[in-house]
């Protein structure tokens, strides 16, 4: 078993920043990508972005330019960070982990997830 625990959403003004972060614990050494996702009131969730263990990262098209996933292996952590913040990005993100081989890009290859944390970009 994995668990995620994330943390750092809350309110912030339209192009502002926020930094998300996902600490993993448990049986780590099973793990292949990590990943956010993010769902809005009345939406399906959608990935925001994903990473591998080999540094293969992949973005939503609404959130390219702006958002940036990155990892530490070592410390078993996942981050966001976003800049230029918008409010359609309001929603409750998700950590997410996958021990599928490849990259991973569907809700159902993710097998561990957070609680969320919610993101609400306004003024």
């Known amino acids: 078993q994995v668990q995620l625990v994330e943390s750092g959403g809350g309110l912030v003004q339209p192009g502002g920043s926020l930094r998300l972060s996902c600490a993993a614990s448990?049986?780590?050494?099973?793990?292949?990508?990590m990943a956010w996702y993010r769902q809005a009131p009345g939406k399906q969730r959608e990935m925001v972005a994903a990473?591998?263990?080999?540094?293969?990262?992949n973005y939503a098209d609404s959130v390219k330019g702006r958002f940036t996933i990155s990892r530490s292996i070592p410390k078993n952590t996942v981050s966001l960070q976003m800049n230029s913040l918008k409010p359609e990005d309001t929603a409750v993100y998700f950590c997410?982990?996958?021990?599928?081989?490849?990259?991973?890009?569907?809700?159902?290859?993710?097998?561990?997830w957070g609680q969320g944390t919610q993101v609400t970009v306004s003024s």
């Open positions: 990473i591998t263990n080999s540094g293969i990262t």
């Open positions: 997410a982990a996958s021990a599928r081989i490849g990259t991973p890009s569907r809700p159902s290859d993710y097998g561990y």
């Open positions: 448990g049986s780590i050494y099973s793990l292949n990508a």
